[in-house]
């Protein structure tokens, strides 16, 4: 998780859901919130299954934020992303979560698919590591600099 940006004292920390299983690319989006302007929390789930028992506050994420942003692999072990993503949008409490799918995948069943079950926006990950890391603050730019969000109601 990482801590909340100290040019933010008074600002709201902002609660981000990483859902990857790619140590590596987990690496990179943690570095590039780092160097974040906002304040922000970034939590980190491996597989599909441990992303709904954190959104479902079940098991050991009982105390479990609810996200302002879910960024979302679809190749996961357990419980495939397009699963996660169908159940967030399907789900009362959470389907006014944005989901910021990000994946290797450029085959367009894959990103038409996405889109059909309601997600937000389909980011193809770059292979370099400077462009990577630059999506990532563009998400994070766009999502809560941008864009006016939902409120986090019934918390």
């Known amino acids: 998780m990482n801590k909340p940006n100290k040019n933010s004292e008074n600002a709201k920390v902002v609660e981000i859901l990483l859902v990857e299983d790619s140590p590596a690319d987990i690496a990179l989006t ?17 597989d599909g299954e441990e992303a709904m028992a954190f959104l479902q506050k079940r098991g050991r ?56 079950l309601h997600a937000n926006c389909y980011i193809q990950k770059p292979l370099k590591f400077e462009e990577f890391i630059k999506i990532v603050q563009s998400i994070e730019d766009f999502w809560f600099s941008i864009v006016t969000l939902p409120p986090r109601c019934g918390e």
């Open 30 to 46: 943690q570095e590039a919130l780092l160097d974040s302007k906002l304040a922000n929390n970034l939590h980190v789930v491996t």
């Open 61 to 116: 994420h009982t105390a479990a934020p609810k996200p302002d942003l879910v960024l979302l692999d679809l190749n996961l072990p357990k419980k495939s992303g397009r699963e996660v993503l169908a159940e967030i949008k399907a789900d009362e409490e959470l389907h006014a979560i944005p989901v910021v799918i990000m994946t290797v995948s450029r085959d367009e069943r894959d990103i038409c698919e996405s889109y059909r």
